[in-house]
């Protein structure tokens, strides 16, 4: 494995980050910005220009300590974004060892792109849950389910501990 880098963070709408994804066959993170007035704040329109019929959103909240690693999928893109709380995503690229990391959440909304057929994964961040939006581009199927998974150490040296610098 090579020492993880950050994904390429791009300022285009999502569903060119997703073309660039799926032609690149790695991880895009597509910053937000938050929409704040006297009432409050909000982050609008995320999923926009990629939401298909035959996918789904769904909603996961991560205790602190967990480590929820490592799958893949063969047909689905992942949307992922952190809506409470902290984690740190984890990427990999099998054929050539090629690892990302990037921490995300509410100091650092976006949407982050994973493409198949690359690995990915989380842990929590921090001493609170983390509460994680998604889009899939493919329903779940219990029958037939599009994913493989591995141990959140069988990838070779990656930080998934906190790394104090």
Same mark, same amino acid.
């Given at each position: 494995?090579? =020492?993880?880098?950050?994904?390429?963070? %791009?300022?285009?709408?999502?569903? @060119?980050?997703?073309?660039?994804?799926?032609?690149?066959?790695?991880?895009?993170?597509?910053?937000?910005?938050?929409? /704040?007035?006297?009432?409050?704040?909000? $982050?609008?329109?995320? %999923?926009? !220009?990629?939401? *298909?019929?035959?996918?789904?959103?769904?909603?996961?909240? @991560?205790?602190?300590?967990?480590?929820?690693?490592?799958?893949?999928?063969?047909?689905?893109?992942?949307?992922? %974004?952190?809506? %409470?709380?902290?984690?740190? /995503? !984890?990427?990999?690229?099998?054929?050539?060892?090629?690892?990302? $990391?990037?921490?995300?959440?509410?100091?650092?909304?976006?949407? $982050?792109?994973?493409?198949?057929?690359?690995?990915?994964?989380?842990? =929590? /961040?921090?001493? =609170?849950?983390? !509460?994680? $939006?998604?889009?899939?581009?493919?329903?779940?199927?219990?029958?037939?389910?599009?994913?493989?998974?591995?141990?959140?150490?069988?990838? *070779?040296?990656?930080?998934?501990? =906190? *790394?104090?610098?």
């Amino acid at each position: 494995m090579t =020492t993880p880098t950050a994904p390429r963070s %791009m300022t285009v709408s999502l569903a @060119q980050a997703h073309a660039h994804a799926l032609e690149a066959r790695e991880p895009v993170f597509v910053p937000t910005s938050a929409h /704040v007035d006297d009432r409050g704040w909000s $982050l609008m329109n995320q %999923m926009q !220009g990629v939401m *298909q019929p035959a996918g789904q959103i769904n909603y996961s909240v @991560q205790f602190p300590g967990v480590i929820k690693a490592w799958h893949r999928h063969h047909k689905q893109t992942d949307f992922w %974004m952190c809506l %409470m709380g902290h984690i740190k /995503v !984890g990427v990999h690229r099998e054929d050539d060892a090629k690892s990302w $990391l990037l921490v995300i959440g509410e100091r650092k909304p976006g949407v $982050l792109v994973i493409p198949p057929p690359l690995w990915h994964g989380a842990a =929590t /961040v921090g001493n =609170t849950p983390a !509460g994680l $939006l998604y889009y899939v581009t493919h329903a779940y199927d219990p029958a037939a389910p599009d994913e493989d998974r591995r141990g959140h150490d069988t990838i *070779q040296g990656f930080p998934w501990e =906190t *790394q104090h610098r």
